[in-house]
Antibody
Framework: QVQLVESGGGLVKPGGSLRLSCAASGFTFSDYYMSWIRQAPGKGLEWVSYISSSGSTIYYADSVKGRFTISRDNAKNSLYLQMNSLRAEDTAVYYC??????????WGQGTMVTVSS | SYELTQPLSVSVALGQTARITCGGNNIGSKNVHWYQQKPGQAPVLVIYRDSNRPSGIPERFSGSNSGNTATLTISRAQAGDEADYYCQVWDSSPLFGGGTKLTVL
């Protein structure tokens, strides 16, 4: 079945780095735009970044621009998010999601990132 | 920048109809999508492009969009419909509403 599985979350100190991964299965990964979306504890959803099917088009939310880098490996059916210069306000559950048109129709279960000293 | 406004909470009696609104300037000109999120779970797309249901979503879920308000309607509300609901549009980048907590009484 169609599935997205995130990994790589954890506890990191302010200023530190973390790399999230999202493994896709059950669909032709290379056909779809993919996104990262986060949710701070007790808060709403915030889009972080998306990448086109080929990887040639990338956008970031202003809150992470210059610190986060999205990438994908279509041969490995995987999506990544490199997060540098992490701040307390980056603490959240990070979801990867398949984008179809301008909606997010498949979501992973999420991985928790905690930025704290 | 564009903003989406949702009520913090909506209550509905069991078996009745719940309506959750999403306000935005001329939102009727945009495609609106709705997500359901139950505690501890990932969001699930329940309505896309204003009024379309993905496969597996009950017919009790419907949507409309006109003017400055989009509406998610849940008919014959069930206890299992208790969740947070988010609207989403695309305005140069994806944007989510603040979310509405639906309580089924």
């Amino acid at each position: 079945q169609v599935q997205l599985v995130e990994s790589g979350g954890g506890l990191v100190k302010p200023g530190g780095s973390l790399r999230l991964s999202c493994a896709a299965s059950g669909f032709t990964f290379s056909d779809y735009y993919m996104s990262w979306i986060r949710q701070a504890p007790g808060k709403g959803l915030e889009w972080v970044s998306y990448i086109s099917s080929s990887g040639s088009t990338i956008y970031y939310a202003d809150s992470v621009k210059g610190r986060f880098t999205i990438s994908r490996d279509n041969a490995k059916n995987s999506l990544y998010l490199q997060m540098n210069s992490l701040r307390a306000e980056d603490t959240a559950v990070y979801y990867c999601a398949q984008s179809r048109a301008d909606a997010f129709d498949i979501w992973g279960q999420g991985t928790m990132v905690t930025v704290s000293s | 920048s564009y903003e989406l406004t949702q009520p913090l909470s909506v209550s509905v009696a069991l078996g009745q109809t719940a309506r959750i609104t999403c306000g935005g300037n001329n939102i009727g000109s945009k495609n609106v999508h709705w997500y359901q999120q139950k505690p501890g779970q990932a969001p699930v797309l329940v309505i896309y492009r204003d009024s379309n249901r993905p496969s597996g979503i009950p017919e009790r879920f419907s949507g409309s969009n006109s003017g400055n308000t989009a509406t998610l309607t849940i008919s014959r509300a069930q206890a299992g419909d208790e969740a947070d609901y988010y609207c989403q549009v695309w305005d140069s980048s994806p944007l989510f509403g603040g979310g509405t907590k639906l309580t089924v009484l």
